[in-house]
Nanobody, 125 residues
């Protein structure tokens, strides 16, 4: 059983920064690709970023590329999402998730079977 807990969300002005953390309270995440997804009100959950199990490979949605950075600390069993130059359109609930992929990364939401409860990020203009 894998339990993921996100933290670090909040309210920030446009142009500001936030760092989200995703810790595994139970279960193993170090071996697997991890992802961050977000969901705005009335919209479907969408891919934001992913990182491979060894931390070497990453991929980003075009909308966040160059502004967001995904990383992981294997010793702490934790994944991070550093969000800079935030825009109002980045507002939403951010979810971390663990895939079943050992090698590589995935943008496909259906590859992820374990999800956190979500963290609210609100960017004011």
């Amino acid at each position: 059983q894998v339990q993921l807990v996100e933290s670090g969300g909040g309210l920030v002005q446009a142009g500001g920064s936030l760092r989200l953390s995703c810790a595994a309270s139970t279960g193993i995440i170090n071996t697997y690709a991890m992802g961050w997804f977000r969901q705005a009100p009335g919209q479907e959950r969408e891919f934001v970023a992913t990182i491979s199990g060894n931390g070497i490979s990453t991929a980003y949605a075009d909308s966040v590329k160059g502004r967001f950075t995904i990383s992981r600390d294997r010793a702490k069993n934790t994944v991070y999402l550093q969000m800079d130059s935030l825009k109002p359109e980045d507002t939403g609930v951010y979810f971390c998730a663990r895939s079943g992929i050992i090698y590589g990364t995935s943008r496909n939401i259906h590859e992820y079977g374990h999800w956190g409860q979500g963290a609210q990020v609100t960017v004011s203009s």
